[in-house]
């Protein structure tokens, strides 16, 4: 079993301007995304996923990472990521320049159909070669396996074939795994079995958890996750971002809301959650929406009321 220890500081991966632009419906200008990065980076935020490359015809949000890449400060401090599920992808990261990219297959058969149109053992076979052309190319990689704790049409996926896909990714080299729970399904139980399974395995490699809030067990599961010392998480400004295959799936564990969480255990995460709150207040008036994050309008009401600003 795992020696149980509370880490003193996390990282905050957020992954906002990717996970969470690309489920919207209404175009954001890349004048928009570009100040919302930036504003993110002013946060404190040290580590930021700021697209994909993926087909624009299918992602019409992910239409110009290019772009965005090239207005980003590259003496910010800040590790600039984009995710990929193909070749191609890895390519066009390569010639932006990008330095981090997460190749992410995922462990339900039916679900890696949908998304990346072939089977999960055929998805591995190409993120072997997609991760061998990205460390050849000077680039870190970040190996993530998706529906780790199960999806609508297959709730239930073993253990041992997580275990399988994070061996492989430790063996072709990778900086980082990343455990993702796509669609929100998982609960504290199945945290702890896939992480007393997948973090002795990693030993040194960091790991990461990409979890959602669809049945709001996601900050729970944060709590879960802690005395096994996990200190990664991903994270999205407001809560933005989704499962386009369940229907009403929630987005990603909030920034703030996770900030928050960290402060009521003392534990560091060095973001500015009012910072990151400006963020969602944007975001929100653009897409004339609420989003789904729970502190951001509290800690917009609190500003308005000239109270202080708190970092975490």
């Not at 301007?17 to 419906?25: I, K, N, T, Y």
């Not at 997609?130 to 460390?135: D, E, G, P, V």
Request: with cysteine.
């Amino acid at each position: 079993m795992i020696k149980f220890g509370f880490p003193k500081r996390v990282t905050l991966i957020e992954v906002g301007p990717r996970d969470g632009f690309q489920f919207e419906s209404r175009m954001i200008p890349l004048n928009l995304k570009f100040e919302i990065v930036s504003r993110l980076i002013h946060a404190g935020l040290k580590e930021i996923q700021v697209a994909s490359f993926v087909n624009p015809d299918k992602v019409p949000q992910m239409t110009d990472p290019e772009k965005l890449l090239a207005m980003l400060p590259q003496d910010a401090g800040v590790l600039f990521s984009g995710l990929t599920l193909n070749l191609r992808g890895v390519e066009r990261a390569v010639q932006s320049g990008l330095t981090h990219i997460e190749i992410s297959v995922s462990a339900s058969d039916g679900h890696s159909r949908q998304n990346m149109g072939k089977s999960t053992k055929t998805a591995m076979k190409s993120a072997k070669e997609m991760i061998r052309l990205a460390l050849g190319s000077g680039m870190t990689v970040r190996g993530s396996i998706q529906c780790v704790f199960g999806w609508a049409e297959e709730p239930d996926i073993p253990v041992e074939r997580i275990a399988a896909m994070a061996s492989d990714y430790l063996s072709w080299g990778v900086q980082d795994i990343a455990l993702s729970d796509t669609s929100g399904m998982a609960g504290p139980v199945d945290i702890m079995e896939r992480l007393d399974e997948i973090l002795p395995m990693a030993g040194n490699i960091p790991l990461s958890l990409h979890l959602h809030d669809t049945y709001g067990l996601g900050l729970v599961n944060v709590m879960t996750a802690l005395p096994f010392g996990v200190n990664r998480f991903d994270v999205s400004f407001g809560g933005m971002g989704g499962c386009p295959f369940l229907k009403n799936a929630a987005g990603n564990i909030a920034t703030e809301d996770t900030i928050g969480l960290m402060d009521t255990l003392n534990i560091q995460t060095g973001v500015d959650m009012i910072s990151v709150a400006e963020c969602s207040l944007m975001m929100e008036k653009f897409l004339e929406k609420r989003l789904p994050g729970k502190r951001y309008p509290l800690l917009m009401d609190r500003t308005a009321d000239g109270k202080k600003k708190g970092t975490g």
